[in-house]
């Protein structure tokens, strides 16, 4: 299980704050499952989550057939008022891409939806509205600022 939308990172019997969390839950063999959880003040909470057995297609992430381009792996984003580096640490995790953000990359935020898309179709269009650029080379994508004109 992982809280998308705090730091420092998640761990079992972490204290939680009263607030509203992004949780993502997955198992190998398993599509994840994101969702939203409020926590009150006090609160003891305990969700139940069940999660769907994969089919053989794949889930979140197809892979390529062999001599395909690595960039047709799809992804499922689903991000709320989110921070784009938590959503670029994500597809690190993801698609074992090597992402390199500016400082100035914190603290835009973005809402974004999406399923079964193209990752560097996903990337850009993040890019696009994010006001960011990137270059992509090989599994190595560079983020920066757009610059001004």
């Known amino acids: 299980m992982r809280i ?31 969702s939203w959880v409020d926590l009150d ?7 139940d989550i069940h999660l769907k057995h994969l089919k053989s297609r794949g889930a979140v992430m197809s892979q390529p057939a062999k001599g395909t381009r690595t960039s047709r792996r ?12 938590d959503i670029f640490k994500y597809m690190v ?5 090597n992402i ?6 914190h603290g835009r935020r973005i809402t974004i ?5 193209p990752w560097d179709e996903a990337l850009k269009m993040i890019m696009k509205v994010t006001g960011l650029v990137c270059k992509i080379q090989g599994n190595v994508v560079q983020v920066s600022a757009k610059r001004k004109r």
């Open 41 to 47: 003040a006090g609160e003891d909470k305990h969700i």
């Open 93 to 97: 995790e993801t698609l074992d891409l």
């Open 113 to 117: 939806k999406f399923d079964d898309v």
């Open 4 to 34: 998308l939308n705090i730091r420092p990172k998640f761990y079992q019997g972490m204290e939680l704050a009263p607030g509203r969390y992004h949780v993502e839950v997955s198992a190998r063999g398993y599509k994840k499952k994101r």
């Open 100 to 105: 390199l953000w500016p400082p100035s990359a």
């Open 74 to 85: 799809k992804i499922d984003l689903d991000f709320a008022d989110t921070d784009v580096t």
